[in-house]
């Protein structure tokens, strides 16, 4: 999609997802206003893992390929990803904070979320250890597949086990299930970050290729000789 209309799409998806958050969807009856971050926290939480797994894909395509062109988009994946990890953790604890009472707790499903973050953070610092664009390459696409593991344990763990954190609203079982305007609300909120996401990575490859080219340039005999 041309980077404009996706721009646009984007900024659309948002306005539209804010406006259901804020003046459709229907107050939840325990929790008030405050659960009104539930759209928007489960959105991100979703796109993070949907970022972690384009990493994983990606990682695997460059170890079977070796081109420069998949590790760059999985290490702009990882990037924009990490800063959807990363809200995820802010915006978790903000709710939680008036409705369990405490901000944190280690509990299977924050602990499996912290350590997808830990993931990302490591992918990020290796990227920066080393200093060999092939073996840094190399190295980050095998840690960027061992670390989508824990993706599926993060989405499972309030399944597996007994957590503080909420049970699912949504295929959890019988008694699981959100009203119809809720649910709407979810689903434009998800589709508006995926698009978010899509521009800022699609913005991150753009911006780390043109980086090349100017390093490239840089270690050009002619540039040197010119300096």
């Not at 994983?56 to 081109?67: C, E, H, N, P, V």
């Not at 924009?80 to 509990?107: C, E, M, N, R």
Request: one cysteine or more; hydrophobic letters at 50%.
């Amino acid at each position: 999609m041309n980077r404009n209309w996706l721009a646009l799409s984007t900024f659309v998806a948002m306005m539209v997802s804010i406006y259901l958050i804020f003046m459709y969807a229907p107050t939840e009856a325990t929790m008030g206003d405050v659960q009104r971050i539930f759209y928007i926290h489960v959105s991100l939480a979703w796109t993070s893992f949907l970022a972690i797994f384009i990493v994983f894909i990606y990682s695997i395509r460059f170890l079977a390929s070796r081109d420069r062109q998949l590790d760059i988009k999985a290490f702009c994946a990882a990037e924009v990803g990490a800063v959807f990890s990363t809200t995820v953790l802010i915006s978790g604890p903000i709710w939680a904070k008036p409705v369990w009472g405490i901000w944190w707790t280690w509990d299977a499903r924050l602990t499996s979320a912290f350590l997808l973050w830990l993931i990302y953070m490591g992918y990020l610092v290796l990227r920066r250890l080393i200093e060999s664009p092939e073996q840094r390459a190399r190295l980050s696409a095998v840690f960027g597949i061992l670390g989508a593991v824990d993706a599926p344990i993060v989405y499972m763990s309030n399944r597996w086990w007994r957590t503080q954190h909420p049970a699912p609203v949504m295929g959890g079982g019988e008694s699981s299930g959100l009203d119809p305007q809720m649910r709407l609300t979810l689903y434009v909120t998800f589709a508006a970050c995926v698009l978010l996401f899509f521009y800022l990575w699609k913005l991150r490859c753009e911006l780390e290729r043109t980086q090349e080219v100017v390093e490239s340039l840089q270690r050009a005999p002619q540039f040197k000789e010119v300096s």
